[in-house]
């Protein structure tokens, strides 16, 4: 991101436009296009599903009706006497019919033929006591004694109570030898007395008759329908694919749905509903891709033209870009000829907008250009003859430091040691506040440069002036400010001292705690009323000038502080009246390179 950012402030100011254009335009239309594909293809597969699921329950229906005309045909042996009672008799092997149960059964068979239409391939009759009946295609008649205990269809009647069973197809084999495919309807055959099983009905129906319910249902290239039961047995199938069935599609599927399921590589909207009358399930299978054929069709047209418009657009925005950014671009020209000392040069301004306006003032720049160009010559002139100022100020300190030296030798000679302590100090004070001025010092040496002017102020009050010191020797090589102490000592005699009466006692003392050194200055003075305390506080807080002409004021002070370690040090002052005043000062922990390192490097 670092090298990112750095590349592109130093793009020129058009590629900047293009680019962000791009961004901005580009960005939001894809998030835009793809969310807006993204919801279009779920809302067209949700209704494709709900189609295709309304589909299967118009189709499930048709199919439940034609089923309930033939479960009717399954019940008819109630309404033939002589047949349940035929199913009830005992018989074994071999036994042949009477012409009575012939003609009984016939007329029973018959009627199953006429009400079933030709729909129906055979009708079996089987009894729990060995009698059977069974008509199967391409032929009039067969009995037989025999009931295979093993079929299928036989061992769904446990808890059906009577309930038909619908057997998906199968083969069924003429006595000519032809093969049929069939499905059939199982009916369990109860006495009304006793409730006991009397035999089994089952009618085998011709699967081409589903068939031709299913053709009703027009299906695209990809799509499939089938009907299974709930073993997984195949009813029957429609589709042009011809692809096997993969059976887990629709084994366990109860109720009706719509799945979006993974198969062979490939996503596929399954639908499925059971019916209630045969527990079949029809399942409807479209590939999501045959769905989707339209959408992505539409999407590579949506691309296509949101490329050609956005390209169309980018292409006017760069024209307009670089179009727009060309006074820009002449205007810093023209500065990099000013840059080169060529100021007879003027923008020309066209218009009022912000490039006018810049380039306005670019020509007013110029014009003060040319206007200062003919000061340049007198402002040198001034600079040298302030130097030559400067060269014969420094002859001053030094004459007044020789003209103390000479007080210092006569008062020698003369014997007078007052003016001797007086002469040196004095001269002590001045080389101190007049030569190099270095930005910082030890605080050894700031309390040097206080010793001395106390030791004149002594001398000047006599008697009335009491000073002492208390330094913790660890902190006297900490870095402080030139000039700082002396300031709050000539306040304490000024104010203090100067306006009252008797002896004053001034005490300074210095200390270091928690890397911040406190240095406190005291005295026994007047002190002041609570009201200019706040007044002399707020002054300290809120002015930002420096105080003073000679720069020496407790405001100086204070700023001086501030400017050097920031606000969270400082000058804070404390007083009440007759009780003294007290100037606090607050620095942080250093020291000059070279002095105390160990402890500087830890602080």
Request: proline share 3%.
């Amino acid at each position: 991101m670092r090298v990112f950012g750095s590349w592109f402030r130093n793009l020129a100011l058009a590629r900047k436009l293009i680019l962000i254009n791009v961004v901005i335009i580009m960005l939001p239309l894809g998030l835009m296009g793809y969310f807006a594909y993204v919801r279009f293809a779920e809302t067209t597969e949700s209704k494709v599903g709900d189609y295709q699921l309304q589909t299967l329950k118009q189709l499930t229906l048709n199919i439940d009706t034609y089923m309930n005309e033939l479960n009717r045909l399954t019940v008819m042996p109630y309404q033939y006497p002589k047949v349940t009672t035929y199913l009830e008799t005992k018989r074994t092997p071999g036994q042949p019919l009477t012409l009575d149960e012939i003609s009984e059964l016939n007329n029973f068979v018959t009627q199953v033929f006429l009400n079933g239409r030709v729909d129906i391939l055979g009708v079996s009759l089987y009894g729990a006591g060995g009698a059977s009946y069974v008509v199967l295609p391409e032929s009039q008649y067969v009995t037989t004694y025999k009931l295979d205990e093993n079929l299928e269809w036989l061992n769904k009647f446990q808890g059906h109570y009577g309930q038909p069973i619908f057997v998906a197809t199968h083969d069924v084999r003429s006595t000519g030898g032809n093969i049929y495919k069939a499905f059939s309807i199982a009916r369990e055959l109860r006495s009304f007395d006793s409730g006991q099983t009397l035999g089994y009905i089952v009618i085998d129906v011709d699967t081409k008759f589903i068939s031709e319910i299913l053709s009703r249902v027009k299906l695209d290239a990809k799509e499939s329908l089938y009907i299974a039961d709930n073993t997984g047995n195949l009813v029957i199938r429609k589709d042009n694919s011809g692809e096997k069935l993969d059976p887990s599609l629709y084994l366990g599927k109860t109720g009706e749905g719509v799945n979006h399921v993974q198969a062979e590589g490939r996503g596929l909207l399954v639908s499925h509903i059971t019916s209630e009358v045969t527990g079949w399930t029809t399942v409807g299978i479209v590939p999501i891709a045959s769905l989707m054929k339209d959408t992505d069709i539409l999407r590579t047209y949506i691309i296509l033209i949101g490329v050609s418009c956005v390209g169309l657009a980018l292409l006017l925005y760069v024209f307009i870009a670089y179009r727009i950014t060309q006074p820009l671009r002449k205007l810093s020209r023209l500065m990099r000829n000013v840059e080169r000392g060529d100021i007879r040069i003027s923008f020309p301004v066209t218009g009022s907008d912000e490039v006018g306006v810049l380039g306005h003032s670019f020509n007013g720049m110029v014009a003060k250009l040319s206007e200062l160009g003919y000061l340049l010559y007198e402002t040198e002139i001034r600079e040298k003859d302030a130097q030559i100022a400067a060269l014969q100020s420094k002859i001053n300190p030094h004459f007044l430091y020789n003209t103390l030296g000479s007080i210092s030798m006569y008062a020698e000679m003369e014997g007078n040691r007052e003016i001797i302590t007086m002469a040196n100090n004095l001269s002590k004070l001045l080389r101190y506040s007049l030569s190099g001025r270095k930005e910082h010092v030890t605080l050894k040496d700031e309390l040097d440069h206080v010793s001395g002017y106390m030791k004149i102020q002594q001398m000047r009050y006599e008697e009335r002036i009491v000073f002492e010191m208390n330094i913790e020797p660890s902190v006297l090589e900490c870095k402080v400010i030139p000039l700082m102490i002396q300031p709050l000592v000539e306040n304490s005699i000024n104010h203090a001292l100067d306006k009252g009466v008797g002896e004053g006692h001034i005490s300074l003392s210095a200390a270091k705690e928690n890397n911040v050194l406190t240095i406190t200055v005291e005295d026994d003075g007047i002190g002041m009323n609570a009201e200019t305390l706040e007044s002399l506080r707020s002054h300290l807080r809120n002015t930002t000038d420096l105080g003073g002409q000679s720069g020496n004021g407790l405001l100086n002070v204070h700023r001086r502080i501030v400017l050097h370690y920031g606000v969270d040090y400082g000058l804070s002052l404390e007083s009440m009246p007759f009780q003294g005043f007290r100037a606090v000062l607050r620095l942080p922990v250093m020291y000059l390179p070279g002095q105390r390192r160990e402890e500087y490097e830890n602080a």
